[in-house]
DNA sequence: TTATATACTACTTAATTGATAGATTAAATT
DNA sequence: AATTTAATCTATCAATTAAGTAGTATATAA
């Protein structure tokens, strides 16, 4: 069971814009070749970081990207779940109509805790702390 | 991200492994249809969980399967790993011969810990546990 | 109006997941 | 000894997902 790459572009995106002292814009051509990633991917990946609103872009020359909003209100979830989609372990997590047993089952009490462990930290966290872990490894 | 099928249908069959009163080895036949599994299916789900030392097995005519210790020395890590493989959310976590920036890297943090919070749970977490769980319930 | 960088759409390739099928082996029963 | 039973082994397969490419369209600053 991994994250997806996209979560993983998409977290070390999120940390390189935030750590953009600069008020300019940042290019993502910029981004992807110091981070070693694909351009065309990348761009891919900040679609639903926009849609979720943390990040905001701008088109044309001297475009680019910035944080949405400041990073202490950007939660780690908030870049994860437009990138993995909905974040849970199992598809009974979340509806109840898949599984006839949903009520008497006890093995989904045990995905549920698990994925639960998971949101609450990613709602915990937030990029400002990432930040901060970043700064003090540097 | 999901779990496989492979660890919730392990997951479930430990369970009624669990809760076989009878002494006697349960056939997988059987598990298969009560559990509305494919009994081929289980049939290779159960030779990892037999490595592990979880199941114990019994060929030929009355033969059938048994845990492999009492359900309070089997953690629920020892259902899942070998099923999901080695369990953690991204590779560097493991080695780190895989990026470069290994060291510096502040996202694989993030990684680290979310897979601890997973791990942690499924080393303190039981089948005995889970089969309280499951009693309760019925 | 030209250069630049984002936004959009479609496609491709490889890996993984979730199985199915059939042959083989070991043990108990007849 | 022959037969039945059920686990074990090996191979294959289809569908889905992941990961990445490619090209076009659009908006903006100079």
């Not at 991994?2 to 998409?10: A, Q």
């Not at 009974?92 to 109509?97: E, F």
Request: charged share 30%; proline share 3%.
């Amino acid at each position: 069971m991994r994250i997806s790459t996209r979560s993983r572009y998409g977290m070390r995106l999120m940390l390189a814009l935030g750590i953009n002292e600069n008020k300019k814009p940042v290019f993502l051509k910029d981004i992807a070749q110091s981070e070693g990633i694909s351009e065309k991917y990348l761009s891919q990946i900040v679609i639903p970081l926009k849609a979720r609103g943390v990040i905001s872009s701008f088109r044309g020359a001297h475009g680019g990207y910035l944080l949405g909003k400041p990073a202490s209100q950007i939660r780690l979830r908030d870049i994860i779940e437009p990138l993995e989609g909905d974040f849970c372990l199992v598809d009974c997590v979340k509806s109840s109509d898949i599984c006839d047993k949903w009520e008497e089952c006890a093995t989904r009490d045990i995905w549920n805790e698990m994925s639960s462990l998971l949101l609450n930290y990613m709602d915990e966290f937030t990029l400002e702390d990432l930040i901060k872990k970043h700064r003090f490894k540097h």
